[in-house]
T-cell receptor, first 113, second 114 residues
Framework: GAGVSQSPSNKVTEKGKDVELRCDPISGHTALYWYRQSLGQGLEFLIYFQGNSAPDKSGLPSDRFSAERTGGSVSTLTIQRTQQEDSAVYLC???????????FGPGTRLTVT | QQQVKQSPQSLIVQKGGISIINCAYENTAFDYFPWYQQFPGKGPALLIAIRPDVSEKKEGRFTISFNKSAKQFSLHIMDSQPGDSATYFCAASMRGGGADGLTFGKGTHLIIQP
C-alpha cells in the first residue's frame, strides 16, 4: 500500500515569504506527526494530531509556525515570514493509533535564501 | 537537555561482522524505544521497537537489548551487509509511544565494508 507522501519534495523560498508544506498520511492512520531534521539539531518533534486536534502545540519552534489537519487525513504545516534558520527537512509521520509505530514520509527539504 | 544519548557517532564494520549501537536515556517515564534506519534523501524507516517489560527483542538480523535499571538500550545487527550502510537513530517516547512525539538520539553513521 501507499506510504506517507509529502509535497513538495523541495522548496526554495526567499526570507520573509510564507510556505505551506503538505502531508498525506497512510490511509486509516489516525495519528499524525511533524518533525524537523537539521544538521545542527538532529530530529526534533514539532506537533502531533490525533484526528483533527492537536492537544499540545508547545513543540512548534515559534509563533510563525502553525499546523492543521482536516478530515482526519491531510495535514499542512505553515511557516510564516520564513527565516534562514527555518532551512531544514520537514518530515511527517503517521501511526495507526496511539501506542503503535510511526511511519515517516520522504520529507520536504526547505531552503530559505 | 539531551534526553537520549547515542553512541558512537560513526561506525565501520566489516561485512559479516556485528554492528552495535548504544543509547542511554534519562527520562524514566519513557516506555517505548524504537530504532530507525535512514538512507540519504529518504525518511527514517522503522526497524524494530521494544517496551521495557522485555529485555530483548529479535527480528531477523536485528536485535534490541534493553537494560531498564541502567536506562540503556542497544541495537545489534548480526551478519552486517553493505546494504545495511545507513544512519541509525534510536528514539524514545512516553505514554505508549503514540500520544506524543519521539525523542531521537543524534544518529550513528554506519558503514559496512565489503
Amino acid at each position: 500500500g501507499a506510504g506517507v507522501s509529502q509535497s513538495p519534495s523541495n522548496k526554495v523560498t526567499e526570507k520573509g515569504k510564507d510556505v505551506e508544506l503538505r502531508c498525506d498520511p497512510i490511509s486509516g492512520h489516525t495519528a499524525l506527526y511533524w518533525y524537523r531534521q537539521s544538521l545542527g539539531q538532529g530530529l526534533e518533534f514539532l506537533i502531533y494530531f490525533q484526528g483533527n486536534s492537536a492537544p499540545d502545540k508547545s513543540g512548534l519552534p515559534s509563533d510563525r509556525f502553525s499546523a492543521e489537519r482536516t478530515g482526519g487525513s491531510v495535514s499542512t504545516l505553515t511557516i510564516q515570514r520564513t527565516q534562514q534558520e527555518d532551512s531544514a527537512v520537514y518530515l511527517c509521520a503517521s501511526s495507526p493509533s496511539k501506542g503503535l509505530g510511526q511511519y515517516f514520509g520522504p520529507g520536504t527539504r526547505l531552503t530559505v535564501t | 537537555q539531551q534526553q537520549v544519548k547515542q553512541s558512537p557517532q560513526s561506525l565501520i564494520v566489516q561485512k559479516g561482522g556485528i554492528s552495535i549501537i548504544n543509547c542511554a536515556y534519562e527520562n524514566t517515564a519513557f516506555d517505548y524505544f524504537p530504532w530507525y534506519q535512514q538512507f540519504p534523501g529518504k525518511g527514517p524507516a522503522l526497524l524494530i521497537a521494544i517496551r521495557p517489560d522485555v529485555s530483548e527483542k529479535k527480528e531477523g538480523r536485528f536485535t534490541i537489548s534493553f537494560n531498564k535499571s541502567a536506562k540503556q538500550f542497544s541495537l545489534h545487527i548480526m551478519d552486517s551487509q553493505p546494504g545495511d550502510s545507513a544512519t541509525y537513530f534510536c528514539a524514545a517516547s512516553m505514554r505508549g509511544g503514540g500520544a506524543d512525539g519521539l525523542t531521537f538520539g543524534k544518529g550513528t553513521h554506519l558503514i559496512i565494508q565489503p
